[in-house]
């Protein structure tokens, strides 16, 4: 069957994957772009940006990238939030189509759960939203429908990822734990005591200095 | 002026550095020794345990050592909150001399933050409690005072080194990060926003699977 698989969720040592206060201006609220600043130099987030102004790719990067490009792997459908889909409020504004413009970098169908209904956004690329109330085993049922054989990545924010780990669906699990401390914001790791336990569990400090953590039981 | 250095810190994934429930039979709570693990077969804590039984020293260990044996070097005086030195109810047992018999592993004055009086007790191998009801800025003035020209350790637990990051007074901060998630207990990293402003901050995984995390200002 196919793997549930969680790719580049960047937390703060202190467990926060997003800050306080998002919103349109600032996705991840007062974090800004701090747990992310890793991600960007990599040749994988380059090579997702579309349209829009490249950087260069860092050589420097090679070891984050060696993490961060398992996400393009594979995958034949994503599963996110309602909160990685738009910032507060974008259930009312009928031009909302996301973060990632007309060309998104997911290039499958997305599954985006809310409790409000939406007619499906099919953009360029092969990216078409899907808008869906469900639980996580309901949506994961959705998801393996439209992946084929391919796996499922499970796309954030937080509470999503840390719901589908509660109920025990998460297959792998890639966090880069940044060494800032948010003091406020989501938690990833509440309430999820014993996750280690039915994963193997390995860690990496890259030269960037972030911690790469992949809870694995494929 | 001397340093103000805290080393050996373990905290959970979660950011616990200790369990639930902690009591005389269980110093760390429902955490059991996991946090501990990596610690016991290194050749510091061997070195440490005195009268009591030795493990063998684990030659994989090594890379843990070369952080845990730091705890060791230069270190005039320890200061540590009235949880460390024993368990729910020490204060009103008078028999009570601290976890660790008659020749504890400090070897220096240890200052015991308590608001209970204490007569000092003094032990084998040059190690004295004495007993201090004082606020972090207050205890380390009196610390300095025992130290001579060497550092003080602030030995622990979570709540007085959250208290003495919280007033700016450390200069150097070692933290094991295990990957196991505790999912209650006492949290180390709470209300230090932006802690790592004013620090180098480095990390390293160790083959045990431990991330060290080394915040250091001097």
């Known amino acids: 069957m196919s793997a549930v698989r969680v790719h580049n969720l960047a937390v703060s040592l202190d467990g926060f994957a997003t800050g306080d206060d998002q919103r349109l201006e600032a996705p991840f609220g007062h974090a800004g772009t701090r747990l992310m600043e890793w991600f960007f130099p990599t040749a994988t987030f380059q090579g997702m940006t579309g349209d829009r102004e490249r950087q260069a790719v860092d050589p420097a990067t090679e070891a984050d990238d060696s993490f961060a490009r398992r996400t393009l792997d594979g995958i034949g459908v994503e599963i996110m939030g309602a909160n990685k889909f738009g910032p507060p409020?974008?259930?009312?504004?009928?031009?909302?189509?996301?973060?990632?413009g007309e060309n998104p970098p997911f290039h499958t169908p997305v599954i985006v759960l809310t409790h409000r209904p939406h007619a499906p956004i099919e953009l360029e690329g092969g990216t078409t939203f899907h808008f869906m109330s469900a639980s996580p085993a309901e949506a994961l049922e959705a998801a393996r429908s439209l992946a084929g054989d391919l796996d499922v990545r499970l796309g954030g924010g937080a509470t999503?990822?840390?719901?589908?780990?509660?109920?025990?669906?998460?297959?792998?699990?890639?966090v880069a734990q940044v060494p800032i401390l948010l003091g406020r914001g989501e938690r990833l790791w509440d309430g999820l005591?014993?996750?280690?336990s039915g994963y193997r569990v390995a860690s990496e400090t890259t030269p960037s200095g972030v911690t790469h953590v992949v809870f694995d039981r494929r």
């Open 160 to 174: 999503t990822v840390r719901e589908f780990l509660a109920a025990g669906l998460v297959d792998m699990l890639h």
């Open 193 to 196: 005591e014993g996750l280690e």
């Open 89 to 100: 409020g974008w259930h009312d504004d009928p031009e909302w189509r996301g973060w990632w």
